[in-house]
């Protein structure tokens, strides 16, 4: 079965500092990889997502992804954070023979002023 | 473009007690999600339809939930009887297609609670 580690369950930072944000899954096949974020009082929606090609996935607000297939991993970063980033994120995994979406717990990132 | 829609937004009801949620994906998606948002986790997929067919609904618990999507557009959750245990917030998504590929277009949710 599909899984999603995001170890990171709060994370703090002051503006301007840069982030990065764990996601290890387990999957035995081909995966396709998401981030989802939710700001509050929104809905859930996508950040950015791989499935194929250049393993550094870049998204919006200036998020971007790597993803490391020898390390399982699909961590997210941001050079420079900003206030407007508080946020819920989350990672999520699919794949081929298991379209199903498994998310992990989520990460809750807030930015102090 | 309107996204995707659910009502109510709030709902709390006493255990034994029946609910139900409804959503309204984007216009032209064929493919709805149904998931389940414990506090502290994140969502699970309950159930998927594909038009008005079900393609996955392994997670569903279907001794007290059920879903429909008869016209193959909006669809309903229901839960009878609610336990304590279904307090979460039931989220609806539509993709365009049934890919693993394609986004999955979240709505605000239903934010349940069973006392």
């Known amino acids: 079965a599909q899984s999603v580690s995001q170890h990171n369950h709060h994370v703090i930072l002051s503006e301007a500092a840069s982030l990065e944000l764990g996601c290890n899954y387990s999957?035995?096949?081909?995966?396709?990889l998401f981030w989802y974020v939710q700001y509050p009082g929104q809905h859930l929606q996508l950040l950015l997502k791989?499935?194929?090609?250049?393993?550094l996935v870049k998204g919006i607000k200036g998020f971007e992804a790597e993803f490391i297939k020898s390390k399982f991993s699909f961590n997210l970063r941001k050079p420079s954070v900003q206030w407007s980033d508080t946020a819920e994120y989350f990672c999520?995994?699919?794949?081929?023979?298991?379209?199903?979406?498994?998310f992990g717990t989520g990460t809750r990132l807030t930015i102090i002023p | 473009e309107a996204g995707v829609a659910q009502s109510p937004r709030y709902k709390i009801i006493e255990k034994r007690q029946s609910v139900a949620f409804w959503c309204n994906p984007i216009s032209g998606h064929a493919t709805l999600y149904w998931y389940q948002q414990i506090l502290g986790q994140g969502p699970k997929l309950l159930i998927q339809?594909?038009?008005?067919?079900?393609?996955?609904d392994s997670q569903l618990p279907k001794d007290r939930f059920s879903a429909e999507r008869l016209k193959g557009v909006d669809s309903t959750l229901k839960i009878q009887p609610a336990k304590l245990e279904d307090s979460a917030v039931y989220l609806c998504?539509?993709?365009?297609?049934?890919?693993?590929?394609?986004?999955?277009?979240f709505g605000p949710g239903t934010r349940l609670t069973v006392l």
């Open positions: 791989y499935f194929s090609g250049d393993p």
């Open positions: 999957y035995g096949g081909t995966v396709n």
């Open positions: 339809f594909q038009n008005n067919g079900v393609v996955d």
């Open positions: 998504a539509s993709s365009l297609r049934d890919s693993a590929t394609d986004t999955q277009y």
């Open positions: 999520a995994v699919n794949g081929f023979g298991n379209e199903k979406l498994t």
